[in-house]
């Protein structure tokens, strides 16, 4: 029983990191890969973060029987630091949702020649079907997705490295790569947290949570590892791209970029479902509407925030979310 437990919270874990911005490239540009093989340091460094974080966060919710994200922020960070951070946490959900929407869009947009508000209506509508099973949907969809999120990643990270004639390490640039490990750690463990205190029926015990937290920590180092190499391997082909993964699989076949735009849909929608269920969950708790009311409210604003765009939402938003989740937390 807790080996299936355990594997299903991994594959949750790695469905609620392993975004747009993750699958895409995106992120490895925005706080990495600038910094040449110091970049790849980072990488390392913010996984072991992650997932010794995510074991920490899920071990406190079983020792401490807590049931809830606001329990949980109650207990760590005492009342007033915790409905701060509170508060913090539920824009910042939102913020994820409505990228991961726009994210669809983009990929309408740059692989089919489709709309940019086809993709996000689209997407909104498969995550409002989620919502509708709370959380059995949002675990289910997390356990059947996440492997094919791993087998794909490697599949093109792989073949990209393998393919290249330029060196991995070709940009030797050093700068302050260990900030921007902490600041993509600390946003991307904003909604892992809000998800994560929210499964008491899923980690029963400390062992599910201790291994659960570093098996899924292990799955995104392994994906973000091959994903650096490869991006570092093709950088010619990248940069300025808003799914830089998906121009690099241009250059290797349709075959190829058909596959990847599934990959990326694929990761696209899980952390969208997810999110969306998470900000199901905190504001069920603080507004006063009916579930089916919440949820439709939930989709609509995302379409609407959605148009901001996907990658200035991940370049800005959630560089300022991180700094600010570091900020707080350190006082």
Known sequence: ???????????????????????????HLTFFLRYGHWGVAGIIAARMLIALCGWAVMDICVRRKIKDYREFMAAVFGRRLGTVLDIITGTFIFVIFSAMLAATGALGNEALGLPFSWGVIFAAVLCFAVLLFDLRGMVQI???????????????????IF????????????????TSAMVYASYNLIPAVAVLAAMPNLVTTRKVAKYGGLLGGFFLGIIGMVLAFALLSNMRFVEGMQLPMLALAQNYGHLLVNFYIIILFLAIFTTAATNAFSLAQWLAARVRLSGMKLKIVIVVLGIVAAHVGFSNIVTHAYSFFGFLDCLLCSQ
């Open 163 to 178: 393919g290249s004639t330029q060196p991995a390490f070709a940009r030797q640039i050093v700068d302050n790569w260990p």
């Open 1 to 27: 029983m807790d080996k299936t437990k355990i594997i299903k919270t991994a594959c949750v874990y790695t469905g609620i990191i392993f975004g747009a911005g993750f699958a895409s490239g995106q992120e």
């Open 142 to 160: 997390n356990t059947i997705i996440s492997p094919i999120l791993v087998v794909g990643a490697l599949t093109l990270g792989l073949y990209a």
